[in-house]
């Protein structure tokens, strides 16, 4: 696990550990808070959790943006 910042945004980085599960081996999670929570179905989220594979986890990370909407 590792900690981050996004636009200045607590975010944590899972990578999977050697031990993982064989389906699982390459699946990486990044967790950001939202800038505001978002609203969906009556409930209220505070994070993004985006999956994706370890070779491409930190590339999405450098280039992920929260915008308003106008």
């Given amino acids: 696990m ?7 945004r607590p975010a944590c980085l899972i990578l999977p550990s050697s ?7 390459r699946m990486a999670t990044l967790i950001v808070r ?8 009556g409930a209220d989220y505070n994070h993004l959790m985006l999956y994706a ?3 491409h986890i930190r590339q999405i990370a450098n ?3 929260f915008t308003m909407p106008r």
């Fill in 19 to 25: 031990d993982q599960h064989r389906a699982l081996e």
């Fill in 53 to 55: 594979d370890k070779e």
């Fill in 2 to 8: 590792q900690g981050l910042q996004i636009q200045g």
């Fill in 63 to 65: 280039r992920l943006r």
């Fill in 34 to 41: 939202y800038p505001t929570p978002i609203r969906l179905n």
